[in-house]
């Protein structure tokens, strides 16, 4: 009997002791879910703020690749307009390299021409002279 009231003390006892560590176990796991919760709240609010952060990132990245894209299409423009005026530039050098051997050709052929006239003149007058001196000699040595 003794020995029954003996175990029935150490049953007591481990059922105190075993009672005592569950308790103290449940109030740990008690703060434990406290600061879980705090720490979900903190990192929730968090989350929050760098999701709305990313989102106004996000929003300024794309009108920033959209400014990029705009910019692309104006240099793409201006590329084409530099394209045509160089065209232009070198369709009017072209012009006036023909314009110019267009005058030299005009020149050699008023040269010539000139030198031809002169020719000719002189020629027609000699013959003139020629000519009208021989008569009045001829007229004047048979009178």
């Known amino acids: 009997m003794i020995i ?3 175990w ?3 049953i007591a006892l481990a059922v105190l002791v075993t009672a005592g560590f569950v308790i103290y ?4 796991l008690r703060k434990t879910a406290q600061s ?3 720490i979900l709240k903190t990192t929730e609010e968090s989350i929050k703020t760098t999701l709305e952060s990313t989102k106004t990132t996000m929003e300024e990245l794309q009108q920033t690749l959209k400014s990029i894209r705009n910019i692309s299409d104006n ?4 590329s084409m307009d530099i394209k ?3 065209g232009a530039v070198k369709d009017v050098g072209e012009n006036v390299k023909n314009v110019g051997t267009l005058v030299k050709d005009v020149t050699s052929a008023i040269t010539i021409k000139s030198s031809s006239l002169k020719v000719g003149i002189k020629t027609a007058l000699e013959v003139l002279l020629v000519n009208l001196l021989g008569n ?3 007229k004047g ?3």
């Open 4 to 6: 029954n009231q003996i």
């Open 8 to 10: 029935l003390g150490l």
């Open 25 to 28: 176990v449940a109030i740990e």
């Open 36 to 38: 879980l919760r705090e």
């Open 75 to 78: 240099l793409s423009d201006v």
């Open 84 to 86: 045509t005026f160089s």
């Open 136 to 138: 009045l000699f001829k």
């Open 141 to 143: 040595g048979q009178q």
